[in-house]
């Protein structure tokens, strides 16, 4: 009704207004009669979709960071307390990375989910310089994967090297009795001369550290110790009962493996747990920095469209006035 006095007292005044005027006038008026509903606020609206939608991230990301911090505090003091199992290994056997074998397997310890920062690509990228390093013509490098993670990324160039592939490890918190069962089916299904566990250690929340553990083959021990090489302490022992020392460094290998492989997916776990705090606190500052340029842009557009009605409203009136 409004549209249409305005039209009528527009025609009343035809003869006092200049055509130029009118076709001002008139464009303005038929503008607002034929766009849609909303069609001034369209720009505005999806800005506020858009700051509902970052909204939304931003509860997803801090949740999910809560959820991180207590599941840290539930394994961190578990994975402390593993390193008391493998360090007197170290001194009793010794830490050869360096030594050269024929036959190696590299265990790389990844986790199951994403949104974790870097922490599964850097063990990929170590595991992968560590084939490289310990490939020849009368060497075999082998695979064997804890995580889904390690494994989609290499599977894509290293899928014929892959014995084993374990997933869903950390779906059920782990006690030592469930690693020990799997660490002895690995070796159950794998042929080595040294196994290197690659893993990220856990420092703090903030910080981690690849790391590469090495377990030797009884085999290799022996010779190495014959060789002149470091036995660690074990040498200064004096071997009691029926068992013979191969028989020892059988027990103790496979005992090795199974302390070193839980202390590695306990530390891996922490350090994913820290890498998703800190990955999901940063995505929740990025999310709040986009709310604030989203809710500055939301208002010069609001305020823009204000203006732009204000000014037709007075230029409409203006041309009627004559």
């Not at 290799?220 to 191969?246: M, P, Q």
Request: net charge positive; proline share 3%.
């Amino acid at each position: 009704m409004a549209m249409a006095a305005l039209r009528r007292e527009g025609r009343r005044f035809v003869p006092m207004i200049s055509p130029n005027s009118m076709n001002a006038a008139r464009s303005s008026i038929l503008s607002d009669d034929l766009a849609p509903h909303g069609a001034r606020s369209i720009s505005t609206q999806v800005v506020r979709n858009r700051m509902k939608s970052v909204k939304n991230i931003q509860k997803i990301t801090k949740a999910m960071k809560m959820v991180a911090a207590s599941k840290l505090r539930a394994i961190q003091v578990r994975a402390e307390n593993s390193r008391g199992l493998w360090q007197p290994f170290t001194a009793l056997l010794g830490d050869t990375p360096s030594v050269d074998v024929k036959k190696n397997v590299i265990v790389t310890i990844s986790s199951d989910k994403g949104l974790c920062g870097g922490i599964n690509s850097t063990s990929v990228k170590i595991s992968k310089a560590l084939y490289k390093l310990n490939s020849g013509p009368d060497k075999e490098t082998k695979y064997v994967i804890l995580g889904e993670k390690a494994k989609a990324q290499l599977v894509r160039d290293s899928k014929k090297d892959i014995d084993i592939s374990i997933t869903e490890l950390q779906k059920n918190p782990l006690n030592y009795t469930q690693v020990a069962v799997l660490a002895d089916d690995i070796l159950k299904n794998v042929e080595y001369d040294a196994l290197r566990i690659v893993f990220n250690k856990f420092h703090s929340v903030v910080s981690f550290v690849p790391t590469v553990a090495t377990v030797l083959s009884p085999e290799v021990v022996e010779r190495e110790a014959e060789s002149g090489g470091k036995l660690g302490d074990l040498d200064s022992y004096e071997i009691e009962g029926g068992e013979t020392k191969g028989e020892i460094l059988q027990n103790l290998a496979e005992f090795q493996f199974s302390c070193v492989l839980f202390n590695a997916v306990l530390e891996n776990a922490c350090s994913e747990q820290g890498a998703r705090m800190s990955a999901m606190d940063s995505s929740s500052r990025n999310a709040g920095e986009m709310l604030d340029r989203l809710t500055l842009t939301y208002n010069r557009t609001r305020q823009a469209s204000i203006t732009t009605e204000l000014i037709e409203i007075i230029s409409g009136a203006s041309a009627l006035e004559g």
